[in-house]
Each structure stands twice: as C-alpha cells, then as structure tokens.
Nanobody, 116 residues
Framework: QVQLVESGGGLVQPGGSLRLSCAAS????????MAWYRQVPGKGRELVAT????????NVADSVKGRFTISRDNGKNTVYLQMNSLKLDDTGVYYC?????????WGQGTQVTVSS
C-alpha cells in the first residue's frame, strides 16, 4: 500500500526557511520520480518541483526558482523540499506526489504559513 507522509510545515516569518520531508513506503522509492505540489487558498494545486529517480531536478515553478530546492535520499525513502527566502505568497498546503502504474498518489499535506 502506497503511503506518503509529509512533515516539516509550520509558521514562519517572511524571509525565513523551512525544510519539508515526505516519507514514502509501499513501493520501490528509488525507481520513481517524486514531486512537490502546493495548494494556496482560492487556487488549484500547483506543481512546485519534480525530481527524477536519478536525482535530476526538473519542472521547477518560476515562482520558486532560486529559493526552493527539491532533493531525495533513496536510503531513507524520503524526498525533501528546502524552502528559503519564504514569501507571504508561499503560504499553502504542500503535498508530495508519486505516479505509479496503479495510479497517482498524494500525501495528506503539510501546512506552511508565512506571516509576520
């Protein structure tokens, strides 16, 4: 059974940093690309960044380029999102996602609130 569990969200001031984690289980993590998405209030879910099974970073949203970095640790079955220089507009629920032949799987999300 595929499980994705995000953690690391919280309340941070503008300009601050957070590191999100997504622990995966139920599939061969090292064989799959992983992605981070976010949903901000009043908008649909937006792709933040994708990392391939080989560790290549692709599809980074223009709004986060130079500030957010996606990475993975295949030994820990975990994908990370390092978020620096956070802005008010980064507030939202952040989700990790994996696509498998059986379907698309999402975690439950972790709330990130950027506020002064």
């Amino acid at each position: 059974q595929v499980q994705l569990v995000e953690s690391g969200g919280g309340l941070v001031q503008p300009g601050g940093s957070l590191r999100l984690s997504c622990a995966a289980s139920g599939f061969t993590f090292s064989n799959h690309a992983m992605a981070w998405y976010r949903q901000v209030p009043g908008k649909g879910r937006e792709l933040v960044a994708t990392i391939t099974s080989a560790g290549d970073i692709i599809n980074v949203a223009d709004s986060v380029k130079g500030r957010f970095t996606i990475s993975r640790d295949n030994g820990k079955n975990t994908v990370y999102l390092q978020m620096n220089s956070l802005k008010l507009d980064d507030t939202g629920v952040y989700y990790c996602r994996v696509i498998r032949p059986s379907g698309v799987y999402w975690g439950q999300g972790t709330q990130v609130t950027v506020s002064s």
